[in-house]
């Protein structure tokens, strides 16, 4: 993927969490609950999208634009 892609949808989080090496986001959205975790130290990422009918599992990585 080539360029930087906006997204004008509202996001919102129910819960989040942060301590010294992670950050935690939580919410539901579109009938999926999602949970966001991102490690503060090296922008490793950790995403999960779960349903009655499955779920989502993603991995990526947080860099400055």
Do not use: F
């Not at 935690?24 to 999960?48: C, K, N, R, Y």
């Amino acid at each position: 993927v080539t360029g930087v892609q906006t997204c004008a949808l509202p996001i919102s989080i129910m819960h989040s969490d942060k301590s010294d090496q992670q950050l935690m986001l939580q919410g539901v959205e579109m009938g999926l609950a999602w949970t966001i975790v991102i490690d503060t130290t090296d922008g490793a990422m950790m995403v999960s999208m779960v349903d009655s009918g499955g779920a989502y599992v993603l991995s990526g990585s947080c860099t400055p634009l």
